[in-house]
Nanobody, 121 residues
Framework: QVQLVESGGGLVQAGGSLRLSCAAS????????MGWFRQAPGKEREFVAT????????YNADSVKGRFTISRDNAKNTVYLQINSLKPEDTAVYYC??????????????WGQGTQVTVSS
């Protein structure tokens, strides 16, 4: 069992930055691929970024490439999402996720409760 707790969301102006954190419980954190998804009002939850168990490889959705950076610290059981150059369309609830493979919502084994990011224009 893995429990995920996100933090770092908030209200920010367009062009600003935020750093989301996701703290994981359990000693098996390093076995999981970690990632972030987001869900905007009235839309389906969508993939944002993922990072492999060692942190060697990352993958971002096209919509966030060049602006979002995912990283992890296995010693702290924490995964991060650095969000720069925020746009109003980035407004959503951001969810931390863990799984053996993270490609779609169906492949996620564990979800966090989500943290709200709101970008004002």
């Amino acid at each position: 069992q893995v429990q995920l707790v996100e933090s770092g969301g908030g209200l920010v102006q367009a062009g600003g930055s935020l750093r989301l954190s996701c703290a994981a419980s359990g000693r098996i954190f390093r076995r999981y691929v970690m990632g972030w998804f987001r869900q905007a009002p009235g839309k389906e939850r969508e993939f944002v970024a993922t990072i492999t168990q060692t942190g060697y490889s990352t993958y971002n959705a096209d919509s966030v490439k060049g602006r979002f950076t995912i990283s992890r610290d296995n010693a702290k059981n924490t995964v991060y999402l650095q969000i720069n150059s925020l746009k109003p369309e980035d407004t959503a609830v951001y969810y931390c996720a863990a799984g053996m493979v993270l490609t779609t919502t169906q492949t996620v084994d564990y979800w966090g409760q989500g943290t709200q990011v709101t970008v004002s224009s």
